[in-house]
């Protein structure tokens, strides 16, 4: 089976695009996993296909590297990048995600301004916070990220009983100055650290908030940087939250599965 494929980065974070527009393709846990493997696939963090949604621009399927679903926010950037290319959008879109509907605008310079759904519960925990960002992150504060050993730490985290059954996305942020973090994250479904998670620095900018950070948080990643903007509520809950960042697309071409 030959299928035409797209590969977008958005701030290092890599995905493989399929136009699934008339549902012509389907995969399975272990296709993904080839797909995505960077020895013997293309080679990405996730796999994603575009299809038609009954209302909406389009439906946004997502699968992490190992074949299980979530909400993915860089991939959701390079999505709306890919669908403004296809046009299948047109600066404005909105489309339907793992938790639900989105909105996107696109900005100058291949930015897209995602806005992410509201956050109700930040969970305080005795070595940080667990917030649920469309996925599940704990975040915890260190003093040199750059230095922390983010997949021990991390894999320790994801597999740990407070988060069982389904683990966590693990976040280790350091507090900078300006209004700005930076941010590593050890990724669940990659089951290692990615250049960049959209979720993770939402949730990590929120988390920001709590030690006196306001909107927009500038957030340092690996792959890049982002900005997350938000509306605090006096209740402790967040509101109007858009996770912006650049997408490219880097190649495309043809998969032999």
């Known amino acids: 089976m030959r299928i035409p494929f797209f590969k977008y980065e958005a701030t ?14 389907s995969f399975s846990t272990e296709q993904v996993k080839k797909i995505c493997d960077r020895k013997f696939g293309i080679g990405a ?8 949604h009954p209302y909406l621009d389009f439906n ?7 074949g299980t679903s979530s909400l993915c926010g860089n991939g959701s950037r390079a999505a709306v990048a890919l669908a403004a290319s296809l046009q299948i959008v047109k ?8 938790d639900g509907a989105h909105e996107a605008t696109l900005l100058a310079d ?3 301004r995602l806005k992410m759904n509201n956050v109700q519960n930040v969970k305080p925990l005795p ?11 704990f975040i915890q504060i260190v003093k040199d990220v750059e230095r922390f050993p983010v997949n021990e730490a991390g894999r320790k985290i994801r597999h ?16 900078l100055h300006n209004n700005t973090i930076f941010v590593r994250t050890y990724e669940r479904g990659v089951e290692d650290e990615t250049l960049s998670c959209g979720t993770g620095v939402t949730a990590a900018a929120l988390a920001a908030h709590l030690e006196g950070y306001v909107s927009p948080v500038r957030v340092k990643t690996l792959g890049g940087e982002l900005s997350v903007e938000f509306t605090a509520n006096p209740d402790g809950t967040f509101a109007n939250i858009y996770l912006i960042g650049p997408a490219r697309r ?8």
Do not use: C, W
């Open 45 to 52: 963090d996730g796999l994603m296909l575009l299809e038609p």
């Open 250 to 257: 880097v190649f495309e071409g043809v998969l032999e599965l």
């Open 127 to 137: 070595t940080g916070v667990f917030l649920n960002t469309g996925s599940p992150h």
């Open 60 to 66: 946004l399927i997502y699968f992490n590297s190992d």
């Open 160 to 175: 740990s009983e407070n988060f069982r059954p389904d683990g966590t996305n693990a976040n280790f942020i350091q507090l």
């Open 12 to 25: 290092g974070n890599d995905f493989v695009i399929i136009d699934n527009r008339k549902k012509e393709y």
């Open 110 to 112: 291949r930015t897209v």
């Open 91 to 98: 600066g404005k879109t909105q489309f339907n995600a793992y």
